[in-house]
């Protein structure tokens, strides 16, 4: 059985646990507290040299770390990363973008803010988080789906942290274009947390 | 005519450039100065609404952002990216950790140094830039390249930033391992720093 080594608070481990849950593949979750520095002992080390969760291991021992990649891997050849190649091309486009120009401003203010009550450096997160929400806005306004009109991994790696955006102390009034989207992938089948031991 | 919306300063670029010369592409080259805001025109957030380069544009107007989402679109079926879903999928783990963990501090210090003339800041960046090289380090000290013993575009993303290392002021003594694998990227067949402005 797959395990994913994983963070209930931790967004990145969400879109893992989230596409897991559209394809109804059983997991087992191990529970790392990141603020304890669980991920970086020894032991997890040996698993990822990089020390992050979330880490997808296979039963014959294989490991996978980065949560886009782990995407990409899982939906290979389901509804949920299109066959061409220029639109997977696209639905990387989108994910890189998510780990370059949003996710180190909306969940590090968000990771701040929820877990540290830290705010020092808040106004320069806030600033460039927004700046990827206009990139975002300006994309759904237009379209239903971040590629191809129609729901993928792209959505999921970059839903994971814009729908907890209000953690982070930011405001989704101004973008009618995410919050519509927001709740088109909310009403996709399968969608749901994922937070029990397993399931089947 | 394939045309790279570029930047001759950029790591990031470059990456683009040297696997187009290792596939022998022809492509057009326009130059934009990002220290003057000329990727953040009306004309080129028409382009890219994220207004950033290296942007890739075809024959037939369509364009892709993100240099890494670029390399594996390019590289398909290419000699640069192994067939193999999991080996592809590691080869997506390590262009996410260069464009997370490495490049937002090994290239952005380089940029404040080489660029800006900016120091303030300098030492958690190097901090984290080191981190980076520690993670290569321990892989790159048993193995030849990033993924299943061949070049790959992992190579060509991380190698981007880390061959200019010493521009961010940065050691790569503590690092033979690094030292070792430069030198085998740069004796790969049409490895060179693309600069002309067509070739074919």
Request: charged content about 20%; proline content about 4%; some cysteine.
């Given at each position: 059985m797959l395990v994913l080594h994983d963070n209930l608070g931790s967004g990145n481990a969400y879109k893992v646990r989230l596409l897991l849950s559209h394809l109804g593949r059983p997991f087992r979750r191990i529970e790392y507290d990141v603020t304890k520095g669980e991920t970086r002992t020894p032991e997890f080390l040996a698993l990822n040299p990089d020390g992050r969760i979330p880490l997808l291991q296979f039963s014959d021992g294989r490991t996978l770390a980065q949560s886009n990649a782990i995407l990409f891997y899982l939906a290979q050849?389901?509804?949920?990363?299109?066959?061409?190649s220029f639109a997977q091309a696209k639905v990387l486009q989108w994910m890189f973008f998510e780990q370059y120009s949003h996710e180190p401003f909306i969940a590090v203010a968000r990771y701040w803010l929820h877990f540290l009550d830290q705010r020092e450096g808040l106004e320069e997160k806030w600033r460039r988080g927004y700046q990827a929400l206009d990139v975002m806005e300006t994309h759904l306004c237009a379209a239903a789906?971040?590629?191809?009109g129609t729901y993928s991994i792209a959505d999921i790696a970059l839903y994971a942290y814009t729908h907890v955006a209000h953690e982070a102390?930011?405001?989704?009034?101004?973008?009618p274009g995410i919050r519509r989207w927001l709740d088109r992938v909310a009403e996709q089948p399968g969608h749901a947390l994922i937070t029990q031991e397993e399931f089947s």
């Amino acid at each position: 059985m797959l395990v994913l080594h994983d963070n209930l608070g931790s967004g990145n481990a969400y879109k893992v646990r989230l596409l897991l849950s559209h394809l109804g593949r059983p997991f087992r979750r191990i529970e790392y507290d990141v603020t304890k520095g669980e991920t970086r002992t020894p032991e997890f080390l040996a698993l990822n040299p990089d020390g992050r969760i979330p880490l997808l291991q296979f039963s014959d021992g294989r490991t996978l770390a980065q949560s886009n990649a782990i995407l990409f891997y899982l939906a290979q050849g389901t509804d949920y990363l299109p066959g061409d190649s220029f639109a997977q091309a696209k639905v990387l486009q989108w994910m890189f973008f998510e780990q370059y120009s949003h996710e180190p401003f909306i969940a590090v203010a968000r990771y701040w803010l929820h877990f540290l009550d830290q705010r020092e450096g808040l106004e320069e997160k806030w600033r460039r988080g927004y700046q990827a929400l206009d990139v975002m806005e300006t994309h759904l306004c237009a379209a239903a789906f971040l590629v191809g009109g129609t729901y993928s991994i792209a959505d999921i790696a970059l839903y994971a942290y814009t729908h907890v955006a209000h953690e982070a102390e930011m405001d989704l009034a101004p973008y009618p274009g995410i919050r519509r989207w927001l709740d088109r992938v909310a009403e996709q089948p399968g969608h749901a947390l994922i937070t029990q031991e397993e399931f089947s």
